[in-house]
Structures are given as structure tokens and as C-alpha cells.
């Protein structure tokens, strides 16, 4: 005779789960994108570690725990989710420019790393030149 396991519905637990126990804390950071780019590519932790050749309690660790992974970890992770290692990074991509940087901006990003009295005293002759510029056209 063959028993049968039932799993009481008041456990949390159910048969239609996909994986083990559910977390007991939040994902970190990196965690939480490493998941959900798993996700995203319709991969279970299993199938992930697979592709890997890891174990998927080690896909499980890196995304239920604060790890740091060694930069081959992070490039195979990167091609098997077919996501850049920059999103694992949190790098954010940069705006793109509306053309080439003007003179005024060049110049004012170098008075930018001035010290602050010069500053001061560069930013006051630019707005005295204003003013006395809007005063002549009115």
C-alpha cells in the first residue's frame, strides 16, 4: 500500500508551489536583481544553476543573501540571463548629451572646480554683465 503526503491547507504551503519555503526576509539589493532577471528570462533557480554549473542552493544563497560575487561569477551570471553585469552593478546609463558641450558650459564646469570665493567672485561679473545686458535691450 503506497502513503500518500498531504500538505494541510493551513500551513502555507502548497502543491502549486514552484519552489521551496517562501524567504523570511527581504532579497538584498543584489539579490532581488539577480532573481528577477532569472524571472524575467523564465528561468527557475534549478534551471538557472544548471546553465551555471552550480548547485541551486548556491543561486538560492546569492539570492537570499548579501554576497559579493567574484567578477567570473558576475560575467557567467550576465550571459546566462543575457542581461549586461552592469545591471547587476547597479550602474546607472548615463543621458545622453543634446550635441556637443557649448564654450559657457565647458568654461563654467571648469569654475565649477574652482574654490569657492573665486567662484563667487566669477559668478557676480557673469550676472552684473547680465543685468546690464537685459537693461540695454528694453
Do not use: C, H
Not at 19 to 33: C, D, H, I, T, Y
Request: aromatic content about 6%; hydrophobic content about 35%; overall charge positive.
Amino acid at each position: 500500500m503506497q502513503s500518500k503526503t498531504y500538505i494541510s491547507s493551513n500551513s502555507g504551503y502548497t502543491w502549486a508551489m514552484p519552489q521551496g519555503r517562501p524567504a523570511s526576509q527581504q532579497r538584498p539589493p543584489l539579490g532581488e536583481k539577480i532573481a528577477s532577471a532569472r524571472l524575467q528570462a523564465g528561468l527557475t533557480q534549478l534551471q538557472l544553476a544548471n546553465k551555471l554549473n552550480v548547485s541551486q542552493r548556491v543561486v538560492t544563497y546569492w539570492e537570499r543573501e548579501a554576497v559579493s560575487l567574484r567578477p567570473e561569477q558576475l560575467s557567467s551570471l550576465s550571459e546566462a540571463l543575457e542581461v549586461p553585469a552592469d545591471y547587476f552593478l547597479g550602474a546607472k546609463k548615463k543621458k545622453p548629451s543634446n550635441g556637443p558641450a557649448g564654450k559657457a558650459r565647458v568654461l563654467f564646469e571648469r569654475v565649477s572646480r574652482l574654490p569657492r570665493s573665486q567662484q563667487s567672485r566669477i559668478l557676480e561679473t557673469v550676472e552684473d554683465m547680465l543685468v546690464a545686458r537685459e537693461a540695454r535691450s528694453r
